[in-house]
């Protein structure tokens, strides 16, 4: 499961709105560890024309945070 939200637009109760998608919905470019030692994805969906997103895993899903370049997972908490 991959878990696409934007940080900077919460719903009036303060919540974001994520959109999420099955790994078989969306094709993965890239799958790498960073040097933090973090994996991540780079993968492409159709909802997304502009090109790869990425998404780091939390220990239960895939999460990208759409917020001008912020992607840490730790930022969906």
């Known amino acids: 499961m991959i878990r696409v939200y934007n940080s900077a637009y919460k719903s009036d109760d303060g919540f974001y709105s994520p959109r999420e998608y099955t790994l078989d919905e969306v094709n993965i470019v890239t799958q790498k560890i960073d040097h933090h030692g973090r994996p991540y994805i780079l993968f492409e969906h159709s909802d997304f024309p502009e090109g790869a ?3 780091e ?11 001008c370049g912020t992607y840490f997972a730790s930022n969906f908490r």
């Open 57 to 67: 895993f939390d220990g239960e899903v895939w999460i990208s945070d759409q917020d």
């Open 53 to 55: 997103l990425r998404a």
